[in-house]
């Protein structure tokens, strides 16, 4: 029913850019907000940034993923985090999770999630 879909991981060289896409079918669009969160290996999943239909967003308070930019574009239906200035430690799994409403920081207030896409930094 309620499917999303990350693409835009890959391998990339240290200093590089990355951007990642979440697109969302099986519920009304402009009614969710839009999370993006990250995942290292053995480590729990933490929240980046959330974004509402109207643009209004939170992002991670201390954090040095903060740097991350999220977007969103609802001509589209996608979500965006625009990544620059890659580091090793920025390597994961990067994730989108949708909610009705108002944007979260808690990954359990987002019932729907994608699989999540790969993000390798590596020279």
């Known amino acids: 029913q309620v499917q999303l879909v990350e693409s835009g991981g890959d391998l990339v060289q240290p200093g590089g850019s990355l951007s990642l896409s979440c697109t969302a079918s099986g519920f009304t669009w402009d009614d969710y ?3 993006w969160f990250y995942q ?3 480590k729990e999943r933490e929240a980046l940034s959330c974004i509402t239909n109207t643009g209004m967003s939170l992002t991670a308070v201390d954090s040095e993923k903060a740097r991350f930019i999220i977007s969103r574009d609802n001509a589209k239906k996608a979500v965006y985090l625009h990544m620059n200035n890659l580091k090793v430690e920025d390597t994961g799994a990067y994730f ?4 009705a409403g108002l944007c979260s920081m808690e990954t359990d207030r987002f019932p ?9 930094v590596s020279s």
């Open 96 to 99: 989108c999770a949708a909610r």
């Open 40 to 42: 290292a290996p053995g």
């Open 112 to 120: 729907y999630w994608g699989q999540g896409t790969q993000v390798t």
């Open 33 to 35: 907000a839009i999370g």
